[in-house]
């Protein structure tokens, strides 16, 4: 047994074990895939991952052409720092704020609906880059199941509410507990998987179209305190913008982290991306495996008191933390 399988794969193999239809294995073996480490001793398994998953797409893919149904889900290859994914009811501004976060041109359209498929684009955010995943609505009709499996697979999940709609409370409430019966909760703390079938997602809430509702701004801002950390924009405007921008980089479950050589200025034009809550020792076994084992120790600079002082492995490096490694 290869050893260093995340909590997340162990969890996305037990649903495989527990899966009942060809989508339901299929979205569970891209969680594997997606959660597996890559190394020399997973190689084997990783090889297996695919073959399932290729047996099972073209068996969708038969059934399909044979007007059998059996819908194919998709796969969006995970690039940056962190996939966030924009979940919302139809019209929410979903599409135009990824089209004002990225360089990508989904469409958009004044009626429901327009996005069928999955529309990554790469969101900058001073030194890094973040996916922003844009996705088809959640409806009680019309949503299939590889939205849900997408959003689950995503770090962080940015709730776009239509502020330019009088029912936007009921409609977002809607599409939470439509998530909910999909085992996806959506919560302000950090993304876990809870067991082998609920997932939490780390969400922000974004209040969008403001433009066209700014009377229910306050009652926005009410609803989501307490709830999510929210930000209020319009695409029509651009207000606000650079507002979601940060938002959505602080829930992003990763932190910046600089290194420096000894006797040398930081190098900040090369940061390291970690996960939230990643200690030292982390930092510096992303860095380069074998430094772990010659590790003597490890100056810090930031986390709002170092100043060079020797930092514990196990403390936790926060944003923008630059480390001086020691090794032997
Ligand atoms: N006034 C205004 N209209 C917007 C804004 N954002 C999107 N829209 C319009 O709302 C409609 C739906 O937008 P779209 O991005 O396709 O929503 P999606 O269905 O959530 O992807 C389109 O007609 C957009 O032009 C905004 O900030 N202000
Ligand atoms: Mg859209």
């Known amino acids: ?35 597996i480490p890559k190394h020399k001793g997973t190689e084997k398994m ?3 991952i695919r073959r399932r998953i290729a047996k099972l797409k073209e068996k969708a ?10 819908a194919v889900g998709y796969h969006v290859p995970r690039e940056g720092a962190a996939q966030v994914a924009l979940v919302g009811v139809p019209n929410a501004g979903k599409s135009s704020l990824l089209a004002a976060l990225t360089r990508a041109t989904p469409d958009i359209a004044p009626y429901p609906l327009t996005t069928v498929r999955p529309q990554p684009g790469m969101m900058e955010f001073e030194d890094i880059q973040i996916q922003l995943v844009d996705l088809p609505p959640i409806t009680r009709d019309y949503t299939e199941g590889w939205v849900y499996g997408l959003i689950r697979l995503a770090d962080t999940v940015a709730l776009c509410v239509d502020l330019g709609s009088p029912g936007w409370q009921r409609e977002t409430e809607e599409a939470i507990a439509l998530l909910a019966a999909h085992h996806t909760l959506l919560t302000k703390g950090a993304s876990r998987q809870v067991d082998w079938r609920v997932v939490e997602r780390q969400t922000v809430a974004l209040g969008l179209k403001a433009d066209l509702g700014r009377d229910r701004i306050p009652a926005f801002l009410a609803w989501a305190d307490g709830r999510y950390p929210a930000a209020v924009a319009s695409t029509a405007t651009g207000e606000g913008l650079e ?7 602080r829930h992003s479950g990763v932190v910046r982290v600089y290194t420096k050589k000894p006797g040398h200025p930081p190098d900040l034009s090369k940061p390291y991306t970690i996960r939230e809550g990643a200690t030292v020792l982390n930092v510096v076994e992303q ?28 403390h936790v490096v926060q944003d923008k933390d630059i480390v001086e490694i020691h090794l032997s």
């Open 1 to 35: 047994m290869p050893a260093n399988l995340s909590p997340a794969f162990l969890a996305a193999r037990d649903r495989l074990n527990r899966s009942k239809t060809d989508e339901e294995r299929l979205d569970a073996l891209q969680e594997m895939l997606a959660t």
């Open 287 to 314: 860095i380069h495996k074998d430094f772990v084992s010659r590790l003597r120790y490890v100056r810090l600079w930031g986390s709002g008191r170092f100043e060079g002082q020797h930092a514990p492995q196990d």
């Open 243 to 249: 507002e979601v921008r940060v938002l959505i980089f």
């Open 46 to 48: 990783q090889a297996d």
């Open 61 to 70: 893919e038969q059934q399909r052409r044979s007007g059998k149904g059996g």
